[in-house]
């Protein structure tokens, strides 16, 4: 199993602000991945985290937008940057290890 | 069509009866299935996971594969108040070593 840990757990944001999620796991996992769930939605994939290497972003999410750091095994970011309302999302940090485990998420609301 | 489909619900059962959950599927070479339950407001947790054709049973909940018909199924039996939530059937695709599918959720409400 995996214990995620994510922060920050909420906020609200101004349009055109950015905000960097923070994904911490208790043991070291070489894919972390990043998803978001609008409201009233399933979970949709924005990318896959890859530690020394470039992010894998799914179609519709791209790098400018959504830039992800992973400067370890055991930790990644998530930048939203430039910020619409539309953003307004819960982001869910997720690993793999013997199964699929989801953080609590960040409930983020853009104003 | 949608990769991975679900019944948005709300499905309602009574308190002690069988809910039965369903989950189609388009890619047929998918592999692995799995059922989460979601509580509002709270991220997935793992019910269930399926590979293979048949019935996989884990206390109350049973889940269902159908590779021909490409189906997958979760039943809970008696059904408790607590399960009220809503699951996610996901999809562990080929060709794509570690991407999961979600489909868009069922809501269960396991009424008194």
């Known amino acids: 199993s995996a214990v995620i840990s994510q922060k920050p757990s909420r906020d609200i944001c101004q349009r055109g602000t950015s905000l960097t999620i923070q994904c911490q796991v208790d043991?070291?996992?070489?894919?972390m991945f990043w998803y978001r769930q609008q409201p009233g939605q399933s979970l949709t994939l924005i990318a896959t985290a890859n530690q020394g290497s470039e992010a894998t972003y799914e179609s519709g999410f791209v790098i400018d937008k959504f830039p992800i750091s992973r400067p370890n095994l055991t930790f990644s970011t998530l930048t939203v940057s430039n910020m619409s309302p539309e953003d307004s999302s819960i982001y869910l940090c997720?690993?793999?290890?013997?199964?699929?485990?989801f953080g609590p998420g960040t409930r983020l609301t853009v104003l | 069509q949608k990769e991975v489909e679900q019944n948005s619900g709300p499905l309602s059962v009574p308190e002690g009866a069988i809910a039965s959950l369903n989950c189609t599927y388009s890619?047929?070479?998918?592999?692995?299935f799995f059922w989460y339950r979601q509580y509002s407001g709270k991220s997935p947790e793992l019910i269930m996971f399926i590979y293979s054709n048949g019935d996989k049973e884990d206390g109350r909940f049973t889940a269902q594969l159908n590779k021909a018909s490409q189906y997958v199924s979760l039943l809970i039996r008696d059904s408790q108040p607590s399960d009220s939530a809503t699951y996610l059937c996901a999809v562990k695709n080929t060709g794509t070593a570690s991407k999961l599918t979600f489909g868009t959720g069922t809501r269960l409400q396991v009424t008194l």
């Open positions: 043991s070291q996992v070489t894919m």
């Open positions: 997720s690993v793999r290890t013997d199964t699929q485990y």
């Open positions: 890619d047929r070479g998918s592999q692995s």
